[in-house]
């Protein structure tokens, strides 16, 4: 069955760095778009970056452009978030998320908190 399992987030001051893992299984991760979904507390969940497949577009949402690369290994069926000049705002568990054959799959999520 598919499967979804983040890691990689943790306590960090503003300004530092993070990189989450999505480690993918269960169906092939090469033909499918990744995506990262983000959800703070008391807000509701909201996309953060999409890859497509390899050559694909990349997306970003407005508030990490800049900030945040996504990127993936299909060696490794593994996506990546690296996240630099983290802020507060930034907050929240981060989730893995994939639309593979009309369904959509979650990860349990990684909490990631940006605080001094």
């Known amino acids: 069955q598919v499967q979804l399992v983040e890691s990689g987030g943790g306590l960090v001051q503003p300004g530092g760095s993070l990189r989450l893992s999505c480690a993918a299984s269960?169906?092939?991760?090469?033909?499918?778009?990744m995506n990262w979904y983000r959800q703070a507390p008391g807000k509701e969940r909201e996309p953060v970056a999409t890859i497509a497949i390899v050559g694909g577009n990349l997306w970003y949402a407005d508030s990490v452009k800049g900030r945040f690369t996504i990127s993936r290994d299909d060696t490794e069926n593994t996506v990546y978030l690296q996240m630099n000049t983290l802020k507060p705002e930034d907050t929240g568990v981060y989730y893995c998320?994939?639309?593979?054959?009309?369904?959509?799959?979650w990860g349990q999520g990684t909490q990631v908190t940006v605080s001094s």
């Open positions: 269960g169906f092939t991760f090469s033909n499918y778009a």
């Open positions: 998320n994939a639309y593979i054959r009309g369904s959509v799959y």
